[in-house]
């Protein structure tokens, strides 16, 4: 009788230990199975941050848009009008300003601006070989010079002229090349379309406005 109890006692020890081996080898795989889903969880976070940095990156770095010259503040040194003639002749300084929003050097050719009164020229200034660093401003400081020699013909200048306003028109396009990341290259042109109005009487620039 006392062996078949320890026998009953060892079959119970036994089916716990297996018992127990079993918990543990399902507790093991329920871990790996754990760890699989948040390695994944992991890549899957990597794979959408990568592309959201690749489409931000693609949407403001790699975006390239056309720079802007414009004229910065004009000082008239000297002025002379007469609406009988009709004529006028003016110097002034100002200075040109090329600004380069792009995340990369602008390098562009030399240009011209051309001021013109009613679309007919009436002086020019040139623009040197130059660049403008990434997001940021070139500077040149220019004298301009201008007068109504080429006007015989015109016959709204001695009116505008006994008005006390004159208004002209300045236009220019300076072509080149804005790099990024030191290997690409696109091609842009920087364009300036303004119209000026100059108080003959204080001789100073009453507006300037561009499109």
């Not at 036994?14 to 889903?37: C, F, M, N, P, V």
Request: net charge positive.
């Amino acid at each position: 009788m006392a062996e078949k109890i320890k026998q009953a006692v060892a079959s119970v020890k036994g089916y716990t230990r297996k018992d127990e081996e079993s918990a543990t080898l399902q507790t093991d795989a329920e871990l790996k199975r754990q760890k699989r889903i948040k390695l994944f969880t992991y890549i899957g976070i990597f794979i959408v941050i990568q592309i959201i940095v690749m489409t931000v990156f693609g949407l403001t770095v790699m975006k390239v848009k056309a720079p802007k010259v414009r004229l910065g503040e004009i000082s008239i040194t000297n002025l002379n009008a007469a609406a009988s003639t009709p004529s006028f002749d003016t110097t002034f300084n100002t200075q040109i300003r090329v600004k380069n929003t792009n995340w990369g050097p602008y390098k562009f050719d030399a240009g011209t601006i051309t001021f013109m009164y009613q679309g007919v020229p009436v002086g020019t200034v040139s623009v040197p070989k130059s660049k403008a660093g990434m997001r940021s401003t070139k500077k040149i400081n220019v004298e301009v010079s201008l007068n109504s020699d080429a006007l015989t013909g015109s016959s709204t200048l001695g009116s505008e002229l006994s008005s006390g306003v004159v208004t002209l028109t300045n236009q220019a396009k300076l072509t080149g090349k804005v790099e990024l990341m030191l290997i690409m290259k696109k091609k842009k042109s920087a364009t300036m379309d303004c119209t000026m109005a100059i108080d003959l009487s204080t001789k100073t620039v009453q507006s300037l406005q561009c499109k």
